[in-house]
C-alpha cells in the first residue's frame, strides 16, 4: 500500500474566565491494524490484522466539546461530551463461529471480514485531584456505541452504558500509604448460542449451532476493588518500598464469558470468571 493520507485535526480552546474554559476539537483518523472480536465465539485473546489491498483503511471522525475547570487550586473538573464516525470496521463475514470452520493458509482479509459502519457517542466526567494527603481522581463515562452490518444496526461488542472508575491515595505519615481502585461497568453484549443441530459432513456428523441475533444479550455487571499498603523506608543507603496489594478484595465472580455445553440434554452453561481475590506482596528498591 502505497496511498498518501490526509488527517486533518483542530483544537480551540476559549477562555471564559480565569481557570474556566471551554473546549471543542474534530479529527479525522485512519486505522490499518485491526483488533477483530469474534461476536459469535469468546476469546480470550482478540485477533489483530493489517488489511491489505482487499479493503480499505478504517476511517472515524471525532467530535468532542468540553467543560474544564479548576475547582480549588489541587482540583480540576472536565466534562466532555462526544460523537465518533466509525467507517470500514473489520466483521466477521460468517454468522457462525470463525472457528467452525477450515481455513487456508493463503486467506486475503475480505474473504474473512467484512467492512462495517458505526458510531459511539456519550458523555465523560473526569474529576482529578492533584495535590494533598489524598490525591486520585474520578471517572464516568456514559457510552453508546452502535454498528451496522447488512443494513442492520446492533450493539458493537464494546458498547458499556456506564463505566465508573475511581482511583485514591491516602499518605498515612511516616512513608505509609494506602490505594484503592474501584471498576463498576454495565455488561457488555455477547451473541447467545440458543440451540444446535446435526450436520452430515462426508458421512460424520458434526453439531452446528444457531445463535441470537449479533450482541441481542448482555453479561452481568462487572465490579472490582483492589487496594494496596505501601512503607517507603531507607536501607543500606537505598531507597525501598515495599507493598501490600490485594486485587478483587471483594472476590466478585465477574463473569468474562460463558461456555455452553450441548452434548448434555437439556445444554448446560458454565460461567468463565475472572480474577478471583489475589493477596500478593512485593518489595522493591531503587539504586
Same mark, same amino acid.
Given at each position: 500500500?502505497?496511498?498518501?493520507?490526509?488527517?486533518?485535526?483542530?483544537?480551540?480552546?476559549?477562555?471564559?474566565?480565569?481557570?474556566?474554559?471551554?473546549?471543542?476539537?474534530? *479529527?479525522?483518523?485512519?486505522?490499518?491494524?485491526?483488533?477483530?472480536?469474534?461476536?459469535?465465539?469468546?476469546?480470550?485473546?482478540?485477533?489483530?490484522?493489517?488489511?491489505?489491498?482487499?479493503?480499505?483503511? *478504517?476511517?472515524?471522525? !471525532?467530535?468532542?466539546?468540553?467543560?474544564?475547570?479548576?475547582?480549588?487550586?489541587?482540583? $480540576?473538573?472536565?466534562?466532555?461530551?462526544?460523537?465518533?464516525?466509525?467507517? $470500514?470496521?473489520?466483521?466477521?463475514?460468517?454468522?457462525?463461529?470463525?472457528?467452525?470452520?477450515?481455513? *487456508?493458509?493463503?486467506?486475503?482479509?475480505?474473504?474473512?471480514?467484512?467492512?462495517?459502519?458505526? !458510531?459511539?457517542?456519550?458523555?465523560?466526567?473526569?474529576? !482529578?485531584?492533584?495535590?494533598?494527603?489524598?490525591?486520585?481522581?474520578?471517572?464516568?463515562?456514559?457510552?453508546?456505541?452502535? =454498528?451496522?452490518?447488512?443494513?442492520?444496526?446492533?450493539?458493537?461488542?464494546?458498547?458499556?452504558? !456506564?463505566?465508573?472508575?475511581?482511583?485514591?491515595?491516602?499518605?498515612?505519615?511516616?512513608?505509609?500509604? #494506602?490505594?484503592?481502585?474501584?471498576?463498576?461497568?454495565? *455488561?457488555?453484549?455477547?451473541?447467545?448460542?440458543?440451540?444446535?443441530?446435526?450436520?452430515?459432513?462426508?458421512?460424520?456428523?458434526?453439531?452446528?449451532?444457531?445463535?441470537?441475533?449479533?450482541?441481542?444479550?448482555?453479561?452481568?455487571?462487572?465490579?472490582?476493588?483492589?487496594? =494496596?499498603?505501601?512503607?517507603?523506608?531507607?536501607?543500606?543507603?537505598?531507597?525501598?518500598?515495599?507493598?501490600?496489594?490485594?486485587?478483587?478484595?471483594?472476590?466478585?465472580?465477574?463473569? #468474562?464469558?460463558?461456555?455452553?455445553?450441548?452434548?448434555?440434554?437439556?445444554?448446560?452453561?458454565?460461567?468463565?470468571?475472572?480474577?478471583?481475590?489475589?493477596?500478593?506482596?512485593?518489595?522493591?528498591?531503587?539504586?
Amino acid at each position: 500500500m502505497n496511498d498518501i493520507f490526509v488527517e486533518p485535526r483542530l483544537a480551540i480552546k476559549y477562555r471564559l474566565r480565569r481557570g474556566e474554559y471551554l473546549n471543542f476539537s474534530t *479529527g479525522l483518523y485512519r486505522q490499518f491494524i485491526f483488533t477483530v472480536r469474534d461476536e459469535f465465539s469468546s476469546a480470550i485473546i482478540n485477533d489483530w490484522f493489517a488489511i491489505d489491498n482487499t479493503v480499505p483503511a *478504517g476511517k472515524s471522525i !471525532h467530535y468532542i466539546f468540553g467543560y474544564e475547570r479548576e475547582l480549588w487550586s489541587t482540583t $480540576n473538573l472536565q466534562i466532555e461530551g462526544y460523537y465518533k464516525t466509525l467507517n $470500514n470496521m473489520l466483521t466477521y463475514r460468517e454468522t457462525r463461529s470463525s472457528i467452525d470452520q477450515s481455513l *487456508g493458509s493463503d486467506i486475503q482479509v475480505n474473504e474473512l471480514f467484512v467492512p462495517t459502519q458505526g !458510531h459511539s457517542y456519550g458523555l465523560e466526567i473526569f474529576l !482529578h485531584k492533584k495535590y494533598g494527603q489524598l490525591t486520585g481522581w474520578v471517572g464516568y463515562t456514559l457510552n453508546w456505541a452502535r =454498528s451496522e452490518l447488512d443494513k442492520q444496526e446492533y450493539y458493537s461488542s464494546f458498547d458499556r452504558r !456506564h463505566d465508573l472508575n475511581i482511583l485514591l491515595s491516602y499518605d498515612l505519615g511516616k512513608k505509609w500509604a #494506602f490505594g484503592t481502585r474501584f471498576n463498576y461497568g454495565s *455488561g457488555f453484549p455477547y451473541t447467545r448460542a440458543i440451540a444446535t443441530y446435526l450436520e452430515k459432513d462426508n458421512e460424520v456428523d458434526k453439531r452446528r449451532i444457531i445463535y441470537s441475533d449479533r450482541n441481542a444479550f448482555r453479561y452481568p455487571a462487572y465490579m472490582r476493588w483492589d487496594t =494496596s499498603l505501601t512503607k517507603k523506608f531507607k536501607w543500606l543507603g537505598a531507597d525501598w518500598k515495599a507493598d501490600l496489594y490485594v486485587v478483587n478484595i471483594l472476590n466478585r465472580e465477574n463473569i #468474562f464469558f460463558y461456555n455452553w455445553d450441548f452434548n448434555d440434554n437439556p445444554a448446560t452453561r458454565d460461567e468463565i470468571t475472572m480474577l478471583p481475590i489475589v493477596p500478593t506482596i512485593g518489595i522493591g528498591v531503587d539504586f
